[in-house]
């Protein structure tokens, strides 16, 4: 086994704090990754916190991570020691199952589901797996993804999952150039489905309920902004948008989105709310065969083929780089919203 240093939480109402732990030394498939960069996401708040139930102490969270790889098994052809690497929000499936077979991993039907990065049962090292708040992982190299030389690996690290979270469905309903997008809200999700969605040439309107964000939301790549507090400008819009991404993780009024749809257009949620959406109106729905849908990450070669993306248009999360010892007060700042867009810690801040 290898020693590794991390930040943990110990229980739902405590502070994340220093932990040495152990990684399983590398096997033939696997590939060590020294950490660098680790993007903070919501769903680290919530699994320290046990806000969704099911939480496993201690729990070192971390899934958007980004390292050198310092260590290859013998069976190893995609890395070699001094690569960069990342690893996103799976680190193994049960890789035989129907969506397994068809490169969707994120939606494995195996006894278990994927394996989380973090929080999920450890197959290979028993015990529970741990995240990228740490200083170092190993990981098969089937689950380990190739970063863009071209791009700043600290602002990459997001993308492995707020990334691919917007990346996903953007391509799954084959959003082209020429078609009018929205995307609702403009967060750590939102502001890369704005910049995705950009650059895959459609027309992008971003829906805030902040007239502070006009500014930003058109450097980021939105095209108009509607403030979606305001009737007027919801209706100058209606039955116009060939697709919506709606980013929000609290719950709200779905049909004023709804409305804005063209005939057969979709809208997909990607933000996971604490209590559920108000039910849709069906006649809403019904009279234009529009859809409601939802969408989770992508599948590896997907999310490598999101890296690819955004390397070939030079997109990154915009970021804020923080200390490890600055964990809790990122948090804290994160549930007001408090960043623009998403934190990453500079793992060399971790002390053994």
Not at 206 to 224: C, M, N, Q, V, Y
Not at 269 to 292: C, D, T
Not at 335 to 350: E, G, H, N, P, Q
């Amino acid at each position: 086994m290898l020693k590794a240093y991390s930040y943990a939480a110990s229980a739902a109402d405590k502070p994340l704090g220093p932990l040495e732990i152990q990684r399983r030394d590398v096997g033939p498939n696997d590939v060590r990754i020294d950490i660098l960069f680790c993007g903070v996401c919501h769903s680290d708040l919530h699994m320290a916190r046990n806000e969704w139930g099911g939480s496993n102490y201690p729990v070192v969270p971390g899934h958007e991570i980004v390292g050198r790889v310092v260590e290859v098994g013998a069976d190893v052809t995609k890395f070699k020691a001094g690569d960069l690497a990342g690893v996103g929000c799976m680190v193994d499936s049960c890789r035989v199952c129907a969506s397994c077979q068809e490169g969707l991993e994120q939606f494995c039907d195996g006894p278990a589901s994927f394996t989380q990065t973090y929080n999920s049962p450890d197959a290979k090292s028993g015990g529970f797996t741990a995240g990228g708040y740490s200083t170092a992982i190993v990981v098969d190299e089937a689950f380990t993804l190739r970063i863009p030389g071209n791009l700043d690996p600290a602002a990459v690290a997001p993308l492995l999952c707020a990334g691919i979270t917007t990346y996903s469905p953007l391509r799954h309903w084959n959003v082209q150039k020429g078609q009018k997008v929205g995307i609702v809200g403009l967060g750590g999700l939102g502001h890369m489905g704005v910049k995705i969605a950009a650059a895959m040439g459609a027309h992008v309107v971003l829906f805030t309920t902040s007239p502070g964000k006009i500014d930003d939301a058109k450097r980021l790549g939105a095209h108009e902004v509607v403030i979606s507090k305001d009737a007027d400008q919801m209706a100058a819009h209606a039955n116009t948008f060939d697709f919506i991404l709606n980013t929000v993780a609290a719950s709200h009024d779905l049909d004023q989105f709804m409305a804005l749809l063209k005939r057969d257009g979709t809208m997909t949620l990607v933000g996971a709310p604490e209590h559920p959406h108000p039910s849709p109106s069906v006649m809403n729905m019904i009279f234009k065969r529009r859809s409601l849908a939802g969408s989770l990450i992508g599948g590896i070669a997907e999310t490598q083929e999101m890296l690819d993306f955004c390397g070939k248009h030079g997109i990154t999360s915009d970021i804020e780089m923080i200390r490890m010892d600055e964990i809790n007060h990122a948090y804290e700042r994160m549930l007001k919203s408090d960043v623009k867009y998403r934190f990453v810690i500079d793992m060399a801040t971790l002390e053994s």
